[in-house]
Each structure stands twice: as C-alpha cells, then as structure tokens.
C-alpha cells in the first residue's frame, strides 16, 4: 500500500517524471458501481482529466499523454462510441480555450481518418490555437494503438529507402523513433493505469521499454489530486538503472563524479 501523499508538500524537481503517460481505466465499472449507464462514467472522466492536467501543471511535469480512445475501442457498443465522440467533441469546444488560457500545449495522436470531419477539424484547431504554448504539453491519444504507431514510422522509412532518400544500413532505433507520433518529445518516466488492470493494452509500445509502471486500483473517475500526487511519489522513491547496477548508479551520482 502506498504512503499517502500531502497536496501541500511539492514532488522533488530532482525526482520528478519529465513524462507521465496514463491508461485511464475504470469508467465503466465506475458507472456500474453507481448504478448508471456506461456514459456517465466517461463524463465523471473528464472531470478527473481536469483534476489530473492542473496537478501535473502545477508539479512541473513537462508531458502528460493521456490514452483517451484505442484503436480497439471501436469494438465497443455503437451508442457508447457514439457517446464518446460527443464528448470528445464538447470537450475540445469548451476545454481547449482553458488549455490556452493556462499555457499548455494539445498535441492529438493516432488515426484520424475514422473520425467525422467536423471531429476532425476541431482537431485541427485546438492544436494550432495551442501551438507555441511553453508550460506543459498534453497529448491525447485517440484511435491509437502501438502497432499502428511503429507500422505508419516504419513505413515512412521504407518509402525513403525505395526513393533512394536512405540504404538500409541508414535505418537505426534513432531514425525510428523520429517516425513516431511523439517521438520528438520525452520518452515516458511513468505510466499509470487505473482501475487494478496491470496490463499496457498496446498503449505507446515502443516508448514504455524503460518506463516506471504504477498500477493503481481506483477507478479513473475517481482519480485526482491525491491519487496523482501518490504515484508521482512512489516514482520519486524509485531508482532507475537503464541496465546498470546499483553501483554504476550510485558512482554516477557522486559528488565526486561531477565534471571538471
């Protein structure tokens, strides 16, 4: 069980995830445990989209990825699809200009080809409207999956090689990742699932090979400021080696191991 977490006691800087990635699970069981439909759990959702923006802003985190709708999501019941386009769709209308407002930065990633053009479009200027904004970058996936992800950025590097624009022997782990949709941003220090699921669900594959996972069993509407304090602090508390041993790291964070 993890320590709770005082809002009044900021994250050390030192300690603090540069990126935290989120699979926000639960809303559903949520709604079924309060005896209402699949809807009101994803529009609970969003009240704790807020709650967990305005932490990570105000504790310096500099990218925050949210997973809001999978590529395997389309699966679902055609009304609670339909439902959570409407929703998506009011919250870029009424929440984009509050983004702004605060200096934070929407980046949407996946497919966007099955949305309507007017999803779309809203899409498109929410991000243009936010572009230049400096204080922390949101990004939301939407109709994304992992394998999409790497497919579409190796794709894109076998076009340069049948062009002639790279040999093979140009293509490396570098190259790739620059093909991905945020593969010019942070890789993920942290990522957090909701809801007692301890899975990645093809959620950002190729970023998440070094990242902290937190598995946290409070469902997504429920999850707000203590609960995104907690985990930031169980991350704060944790050593990451990268394939060193605990020696390599303690030697790398010496004192006497500061450059000339």
Not at 121 to 128: C, I, L, N, T, V
Request: charged fraction near 25%; glycine fraction near 4%.
């Amino acid at each position: 069980m993890t320590e709770k977490v005082s809002a009044d006691i900021p994250v050390s800087a030192a300690t603090r995830p540069r990126h935290v990635a989120i699979i926000m699970d639960g809303n559903n069981r949520w709604a079924k445990a309060q005896r209402l439909k699949g809807v009101a759990g994803h529009k609970a959702g969003v009240k704790a989209v807020k709650s967990v923006v305005e932490t990570c802003a105000r504790e310096g985190v500099e990218v925050l990825t949210l997973f809001a709708f999978s590529s395997e999501n389309w699966r679902r019941p055609e009304d609670e699809v339909s439902a959570l386009m409407r929703l998506f769709l009011f919250a870029l209308e009424r929440e984009v200009k509050k983004l702004h407002r605060n200096n934070i930065r929407l980046r949407i990633i996946g497919d966007r080809s099955a949305f309507s053009a007017v999803l779309q479009e809203h899409m498109a200027r929410a991000e243009e409207l936010t572009r230049h904004n400096t204080r922390m970058t949101l990004v939301i996936a939407a109709n994304y999956g992992g394998h999409w992800d790497i497919t579409q950025a190796t794709r894109q590097v076998a076009a340069d090689v049948a062009a002639g624009r790279l040999a093979p022997s140009d293509i490396t782990d570098d190259l790739i990742q620059q093909h991905l949709s945020i593969g010019d941003l942070p890789m993920p220090d942290l990522m957090i699932r909701t809801a007692g699921e301890q899975r990645i669900s093809n959620f950002l594959l190729w970023h998440l090979a070094y990242t902290e996972f937190y598995f946290s069993e409070v469902y997504w509407p429920d999850f707000h400021e203590a609960e995104m304090r907690e985990a930031l602090e169980a991350y704060s508390r944790r050593q990451r080696r990268f394939g060193q041993t605990d020696d390599q790291i303690s030697a790398a964070c010496s004192p006497d191991n500061n450059d000339e």
